[in-house]
C-alpha cells in the first residue's frame, strides 16, 4: 500500500490543471498573454510570458543539492506552502488528524486548523531536553491520523531528533501516516539529512528551504520531497506557475558553485558565533538555562522574560517571545558578528539595570 493511498479520495483523483502549452522557438497565441515587454522588467526570460508550469531546471538543481531524484521532488514556494500543501492534500475536514511534537513550529496547527483538521501534540519537556521520544508519538496517532511532522531540528527549540527515533517512527506507523520531517534548519546542524531514506520508506517526506542556511528567505523558494505518487499528487494540488519567473532566475543563480561555497562559509561562521554567543549568554545573572542548538538560534531560559523583551524592544532590537508553555523563554536569532556583539552589550546594559 502507497502512503498515497491515505489522502483524501478527491485528492488522488485529481489531475492536474491543463496550462497552455510552452514551446520555445514559436509564437504564442494560446495562453493569452501580452505581447509587448514592459520596460520596467529587467528579467533573463520575459515577464509578459508565463513562468515554466513547473521549472524543470531549477527542480534538478535541488535535487542535486538535497540528495533526490528530480522526481521525487516538488518546488514549493518556501516550506509553509509544503505544508499546507500536505495537510489540504491528506486531511479530510472535520475527520482526519495531524500529529506533532510540542513545542513546535506553529505553522503546522496553523494549516491544520485552515482545513478542519484535528491536531494532536507528543509533548517534550524542557528537562529532559526536549527529547522526541517515538512510543509517545506514535501513541498520539490513531486511524483517523494521516500525517507527523517532526521538525528536527525543531523550531523554537533549536533540538534535533535522533535518527533512529525517526526510523523507529517510520516503521512503526508504516502505511498508516505520512512521517514529514522539517528540516528547515538542517545545514546548522552536523546531522545528516534524512532524504537518504526515502530508499527504506515509501511514508517518508522531507522538506528543505532556501529561506535559511542558503540566505534567500525574500525569495520564499523550498521543496517537498517524498514518494513519486505523492509528489504527484501534490503537483496536482499546487497552483499551475506557483513559482514566479525572477524566484526562478535568482535561485538558479544561487545553486552556482562558488554561492553554495560562499553559504558553506557563512555557515561554518554562524556555527561558531552561535557558540560564542551562547557561552557568553550563560555568564549572564538572568540567563537560567539554554538549550544545545543545531540551529541557527537559541533559546534561553531568563527571568523576566516580558521585561528582557520589553528592553530590547525600545532599544531598537527584536528577538522573539512565544509566550506558554515557553513564557519564561527567548529565542534569539544568531545574527553577524557585528549585530551579536550589539545584542551581548545590550544584554549586559539590562543585567546593570536589573542587578
Known sequence: MSIADR???EIRRLAPYQAAIQVEDTV???????PWTSGADTCRRPLNRYPEIRPARLRQALANR???HSEQLLVTRGTSEAIDLLIRAFCRDGRDTVVTTAPTFSMYRHYAAIQGAGVREALTDRDDGFSVRADDVVAQCDDDTRLVFLCSPNNPTGTSIDRDTIRTILERLGGLAAVVVDEAYI????????VDLLAEFDNLVVLRTLSKALAFAGARCGAVIGPRDVIDMLDAVQAPYAVATPVVE???RAMAGKWLDEATRHIRDLVDERKRVGETLM????????WNSDANFILVQVRDAKSLMDYTQNNRLLLRYFGPPLDD???ITIGS?????????MLQAFRKQHD
Open 329 to 331: 523563554c527567548v529565542r
Open 7 to 9: 489522502a483524501r479520495p
Open 337 to 345: 558578528n557585528d549585530e551579536n556583539d550589539s545584542l551581548l552589550r
Open 66 to 68: 538535497f540528495g533526490c
Open 250 to 252: 535568482c535561485v538558479e
Open 187 to 194: 545545514e546548522f546542524s552536523s546531522r545528516p539529512s534524512t
Open 28 to 34: 504564442r497565441l494560446n495562453a493569452n498573454e501580452s
Open 283 to 290: 555568564a549572564l545573572p538572568f540567563v537560567e538555562r539554554q
